[in-house]
C-alpha cells in the first residue's frame, strides 16, 4: 500500500508546480487530522520538504528556527502519515490530511498546537496533554 501511495505522490509532484516564490521559498502547511478534521498544526514547506513528503508520505517541514528540514516525529516518533493533499486556489498553500502516529502534534505535549483559547482577554488552556515533552525530548546529561 505505501508503494502505491509513494508512486501516486511522485505523479503528483510531477503535475503539480506549487508557487514556493510568494513567500520566499516556502508554503505555508495547514495539518489536520484525517478523521475528526481537528487542525492539529501550521508549517512550512520548501520544495525540498515537499518533495520528500511526497516520496516518503510522511509529512516533512522546513523549519525556519532550525534553519533547515525537519520531519516530524524524528525525535518524538509521533510521525505524520499522509492520508490526503489539498491544494489551495492560488497554488501557494497546502492542507495535508494526516494519521497523527503517537496521538500529539505539538512539542508541549498537546494534541494540537492550537489548545490555548482566548477567553475575555487571557489564553485558557482545552484539552490534556498526551505526552510529557520533558521525557520525550530529554537531552542527554553529562553528569
Not at 508503494?3 to 505555508?28: Q, Y
Not at 520548501?46 to 525537519?70: F, I, P, Q
Not at 493533499?85 to 494519521?99: A, G, K, N, Q, S
Not at 502534534?105 to 498537546?110: K, N, Q, R, V, Y
Request: net charge negative; charged share 30%.
Amino acid at each position: 500500500m505505501i508503494e502505491t501511495k509513494t508512486v501516486f505522490f511522485e505523479a503528483i509532484d510531477s503535475m503539480i508546480e506549487l508557487n514556493f516564490e510568494k513567500f520566499h521559498g516556502l508554503v505555508p502547511v495547514v495539518i489536520q487530522d484525517h478523521t475528526d478534521g481537528q487542525v492539529l498544526m501550521v508549517g512550512f514547506m520548501d520544495r525540498e520538504a515537499w518533495e520528500r513528503t511526497l516520496a516518503e508520505g510522511e509529512v516533512v517541514y522546513y523549519s525556519r528556527s532550525r534553519d533547515g528540514m525537519w520531519k516530524k516525529g524524528e525525535t518524538s516518533g509521533h510521525v505524520q502519515k499522509v492520508k490526503d493533499i489539498f491544494v489551495d486556489c492560488d497554488d501557494d498553500t497546502l492542507l495535508i490530511t494526516v494519521e497523527q502516529v503517537g496521538g500529539a502534534a505539538c512539542h508541549t505535549g498537546f494534541r494540537t498546537c492550537f489548545y490555548r483559547r482566548v477567553v475575555d482577554g487571557e489564553l485558557v488552556e482545552e484539552g490534556v496533554r498526551v505526552f510529557d515533552p520533558d521525557e520525550v525530548y530529554k537531552k542527554d546529561k553529562k553528569t
